[in-house]
């Protein structure tokens, strides 16, 4: 199993110029704890997380007190994404083996890598996609040639249908579609289940997201 089969796709980012206290509407927004940031190229330049925002604000002689108050007015004091990212990244590629992403999590202490595809941002692989995967793996037994292109067919008519898949992730192996994450609504968690079994060569839905807005973890199609 490689990066590509595991990895989130619509990923949140930001510009480099992004305000510190936009990024943090849009970590808070969209339920994640740090965004790639990239330039219109979509070309990663760094990650920024909430720590890094926590630890700008500490360092500062007042607590971080006085950007942040101005923040919404542009003021000059306040930093941007650029000033405060984290530039030192491990990047992997889209057919960087699973196994050797997860040494890399580990060897660096991070909690996610930028896949990319020449250069540019194609996917997020974070420490929980790659536990979803391993697990699928254990569970599903052998890879089946059709896997990637049911993986595809499944984000492809999520995203068709306006479903967010950024705090979710989809795994398949042997014709298995395994569903982990979180969804925001009900009504979302019944599209992921019922695309990934509509969908033609699936023989199996594994269901293991959970509902945000009502923190019910529904139960398993097939496990």
């Known amino acids: ?3 590509a089969d595991v990895m989130t796709t619509r990923v949140i980012t930001v510009l480099p110029d992004t305000r510190v206290h936009e990024v943090a509407r849009v970590l808070f927004a969209n ?3 740090a965004v790639p940031v990239v330039d219109r190229e979509n070309r990663v330049l760094g990650m920024l997380s909430e720590g890094d925002i926590a630890r700008r604000a500490r360092s500062g002689p007042d607590g971080g007190g006085a950007w942040w108050s101005r923040a919404g007015g542009a003021g000059p004091a306040e930093p941007t994404a650029a000033d405060i990212m984290t530039r030192e990244l491990v990047r992997i590629g889209e057919d960087t083996p699973l196994e050797e992403a997860a ?3 580990e060897r660096h202490g991070v909690k996610r890598l930028p896949v990319e595809r020449g250069g540019r941002l194609v996917g997020i692989v974070s420490r929980a996609n790659v536990a979803h995967g391993l697990a699928a793996a254990r569970a599903g037994g052998a890879e089946a040639p059709g896997d ?3 993986r595809a067919t499944v984000l492809e008519a999520l995203e068709r249908a306006a479903v967010s898949t950024h705090l979710a ?3 398949v192996t042997g014709a298995t579609v395994y ?5 925001e609504t009900i009504s979302e968690h019944k599209a992921f289940v019922a695309t990934a079994a509509a969908t033609p060569g699936v ?3 594994s269901d293991h997201l959970f509902v945000l807005a009502s923190r019910l973890r529904p139960g398993r199609v097939e496990d």
């Open 1 to 3: 199993m490689k990066a």
């Open 179 to 183: 569903l982990w994450g979180a969804v």
């Open 148 to 150: 990637a292109a049911i």
């Open 169 to 171: 992730n989809v795994v």
């Open 31 to 33: 339920r994640v704890s």
């Open 203 to 205: 023989k199996a839905v």
């Open 103 to 105: 040494a890399l999590i």
